[in-house]
C-alpha cells in the first residue's frame, strides 16, 4: 500500500535496545517522520543490562546515544591467575530501567506496551481502513536457530546493595582468578554507586543449561569473599547467547539488533552492529524502507570477513580448547595492544590483528 505523495510511518516491532536505540535515532535525526515503537510486554527492556567499549560507538552517533546512557566509566580492568591488566578505555552502560523511563517520558504518545499478535494484527489492519502507509522494522530477539553446534555466553547476574561502601570507581570487566568450571568462567562486576554494584557470573560454556540458584549463591559467597556485607538484592539478570561456529544465513526481512543476525560471534553482543546499522540509515538523509534495507546490507558487507575469522576462534575455544583450561586463551588475549582489543571488541580486524592474534604458539593448536 503506498498512497501518492504521503511519507510513510515507520513501525518498530520490539521494544528491547536494539528497537530503542533505532526508535531515538530516527526521532533524532528526523523529527517530523512519523514513527511508532511496539512492545510484547508490559515495558521496554525487559530486565537486562547492555554495555559496550567507548570504541564500539561511531563519533557520529554520540548526539542521540549519550542521552540513553545510564552510566559511564573511565577504564575497567581484567584478572587472571598468571596476568591482570588495567584498561584506560571508557565503559559505557545502558539498563533497561533507565531506558524505559526516558523514553516513556519523552514519546509518551508514540510507544504502545503490551501489543500482542493480536493487538499488532489490529493495529495494522485500523492503518490500513485509515488510508495510513507504514513499513515495519522488526527487532524481535534472536531468530530460530537451525545450526546444530553452537557456544554459549551464558550468566547469571545479581544488582547488589550493601551495607557499606565499596570503593570501587571502575569497572572489573572479568575476574577470571576464580575456580574455573563448566568452560571459561568469570566474575564481572558493574559499580553503579558507591553502594550497589552488578555482579555477573558468566561463562562460555557448550551447554545452554543454568542453575540459577546455585550460582546465585556463588555470587554472593563472591561478595562476602570480598568484604562486603548484603543489605539487599535489588535485582536479577540471567542470559544465554548463542555463539555461532559455522557460518549461517541471514534472515530475510527488515530486521535491526539480534533479529538481523548481526551478533558478535565471540561476544553474543549486538550493539556495535546495530549502532553501525542506525548510523548508516539516518545519514542517508531520507528514512525510507529502501534506505534502511540498503544500510542492513552495508552494515552486513562490512562485518562479513570479521565474523568469518570470529566463527573461527569459536571453533578453538569449544571445540579445541580444554573447558578448564580455556581462560588462557583469552589471558594470551589481554596481553596484545589496547587498540586491539578495541577493534576486537568493534567487530571489525585489520588484517595484521588477525595475523597478531593466532600468532606465536597460541593455547590451542590452531589445525
Known amino acids: 500500500m503506498k498512497l501518492e505523495g504521503a511519507q510513510r510511518e515507520i513501525w518498530i516491532k520490539g521494544g528491547g535496545l536494539a528497537g ?44 542521540w546515544l549519550r542521552p540513553m546512557l545510564s552510566h559511564s566509566w573511565p577504564a575497567y580492568s581484567v584478572r587472571f591467575p598468571t596476568h591482570s591488566r588495567h584498561m584506560k578505555t571508557a565503559y559505557h552502560s545502558i539498563r533497561s530501567e533507565d531506558l ?8 509518551p504518545g508514540d510507544i504502545s506496551l503490551n501489543v500482542g499478535e493480536g493487538d499488532w494484527s489490529h493495529a495494522k489492519i485500523e ?12 527487532a524481535c530477539g534472536w531468530p530460530a536457530k537451525a545450526a546444530p553446534i ?72 563472591y561478595v562476602s569473599n570480598m568484604g562486603f556485607k ?18 549461517e544465513p541471514f534472515a530475510k526481512g527488515l530486521k535491526i539488533g539480534a533479529a538481523s543476525g548481526l551478533a558478535h560471534p565471540v561476544t553474543g553482543y549486538t550493539t556495535p552492529q546495530t549502532l553501525r546499522t542506525i548510523q548508516t540509515f539516518i545519514e542517508m538523509k531520507d528514512p ?3 534506505n534502511y534495507e540498503e544500510a ?8 562479513r570477513p570479521d565474523f568469518r575469522y570470529f566463527r573461527l576462534l569459536n571453533r578453538m575455544m569449544f571445540l579445541a580448547a580444554d573447558p578448564d583450561k580455556r581462560y588462557k586463551i583469552l589471558e594470551r588475549f589481554y596481553r596484545l595492544s589496547p587498540a586491539l582489543i578495541d577493534r576486537f571488541y568493534s567487530g ?16 590451542v593448536a590452531l589445525g
Open 230 to 247: 548484603i543489605k539487599s538484592i535489588l535485582r536479577r539478570e540471567v542470559g544465554c547467547l548463542p555463539l555461532a561456529l559455522y557460518e
Open 288 to 290: 525510507t524502507e529502501k
Open 20 to 63: 530503542c536505540l533505532l526508535f531515538v535515532a530516527i526521532r533524532h535525526a528526523f523529527p517530523k517522520q512519523k514513527v511508532r515503537l511496539y512492545e510484547r510486554a508490559d515495558r521496554l527492556g525487559g530486565s537486562h543490562t547492555w554495555s559496550f567499549h567507548d570504541h564500539d560507538v561511531q563519533s557520529s552517533s554520540w548526539s
Open 348 to 363: 571489525h580486524l585489520k588484517i595484521f590483528d588477525k595475523v597478531r592474534i593466532l600468532a606465536g604458539k597460541p593455547p
Open 100 to 107: 524505559h523511563r526516558k523514553l516513556v517520558e519523552l514519546f
Open 150 to 221: 553452537y557456544g554459549y555466553q551464558k550468566f547469571v547476574g545479581l544488582e547488589i546493595e550493601l551495607e557499606s561502601a565499596h570503593q570501587m570507581t571502575e569497572v572489573l570487566l572479568k575476574d577470571a582468578t576464580v575456580e574455573q568450571r563448566d568452560g571459561y568462567r568469570f566474575v564481572y562486576i558493574l559499580p553503579w554507586t558507591p553502594k550497589t554494584f552488578l555482579v555477573e557470573d558468566t561463562y562460555y560454556s557448550n551447554s545452554p543449561e543454568l542453575d540459577v540458584p546455585r550460582l546465585e549463591s556463588g555470587i554472593e559467597a
Open 127 to 138: 492503518a490500513f481502513s485509515q488510508d495510513r502507509d507504514f513499513f515495519v522494522i522488526e
Open 296 to 303: 542492513l546490507a552495508a552494515t552486513r558487507s562490512y562485518y
